[in-house]
């Protein structure tokens, strides 16, 4: 069970992508008796998680439309949740709200969360309080050291500095936020495939021998309101799968969502989990 | 046809990688009748292409040994060649000079290039004289500009210089040197998977609509002199199956084999082949 924590007063919109998060939020609001709705984007929200809750569907390219949802459901905060991926700007079909937003933000020229940035402001300029994932669910970030009971030796840790260092160059860039290092060879990097198909691949290039880490950072000039990284039990079950020796991700910077049964999954497999600090990767040479 | 310019004199030892980069040396070799040797790297080169030339076998945890035999085959110049995979340490069995060297400069702290640094000057510490495959084939580095009958676009030249940006600060962290962009989308990036697989990756995360640029890269502070990354017809076959509209390549960093067929295949499909400055990936933002 996830244990939640809310700072949060009166009723809270979810913009809702894919993913376990959305849902987790909205448990977490139920549990904590706070008025709550569901804004499930389409083609990335799970129609089958939002059935149990209230909520609307909404279309990514429809900003003055989710706006004015957040408006009629009379909800002064705002939480965007969950993976979306941007869609090209044929399939976006936007409306006139979100044509003049890429307009005047350029939509071309900004990753991923440069672009969530200007949305995030862009809300906060109609008057709408966008609030952190982090602090409706404070104690799902990971905090530095061990989360389980097995922690990385000294060359698990040669790999994590390594993976810190190529995920922080990585991230400066806007792009991409997880890697998968083995003795020292970064094996393989994520960039539009998601971090378990990453993993996946990373099974394929091992080298033999021990070893090998899955690294997950946020982005050092993301805005932390916003999606944040998440690992869960499935993040473990890929890593295991893998045959990594364990998972390090940047402590106060990476949600782990269904925390027990990820720790028990990695207990279970002999992985250990990992909370790093941005500052472990710094180059050594 | 490839364009060969020779600036070498005496025996040149080609230590030989995978890839067609070494029989590209060799037969320039052959052609300016230069004496040479090729020194194939167990597991690495490709047995049927060495066949016809003059060639020994050497296994890469052997330093000592390949050293020893650019001695008894009196050649004056060393040139690496080709794609190398770090083994696992297990897996390299490393003789006592290797061994020795691996002990001086810690292998599992550096990239892989950091490593052929120091490999190559283990080999001028040795009194070898090493030099640039551009050296050998001078013609083959990419030149700025188009290289076929088509130019990237507006909207290509979007995704380049976000591919610049990305590949830049990869390279910085001597990890990956290709990235596919589409729209702004950073779709795929290489770690050890290679470039073609990593373009085939790219094929599936492509989002609908035009374009989708491969951008390859030197790193910045890669030893020129040592093995430069390529492309050639299977590069652009790749990015014809992907469906990407072009591909820029480094001006002065990228070496492209096979030039005419790579050309030629790039002109039937309608994609470009640019040579592209590392400046044009500045930040804009």
Known sequence: MLQESLGLEG??????????????????????????????????????ALKGHPHRWARIGAVGRVIAAIREEAATEVVFAGHVRRPSLAALRPDLYTVRLLARIGAKALGDDGLMRQVAAAFEAEGLKVVGVASVLADALAQPGPLGRLAPDATAWEDIRRGVEVAAALGRADAGQAVVVQQGIVLAIEAAEGTDRMVARAARLRREGPGGVLVKMAKPQQDRRMDLPVIGADTVAAAVAAGLSGIAVEAGGVLVLDREAAIRRADDAGLFITGAEPGSGAPRR
Not at 14 to 28: D, K, M, Q, Y
């Open 11 to 48: 009723k809270c919109a979810i913009v809702a992508g894919g993913g376990a998060l959305p849902l987790a939020l909205a448990e977490a609001c139920r549990t904590h008796e706070r008025p709550y709705v569901l804004l499930g984007l389409e083609g990335f929200a799970e129609a089958g």
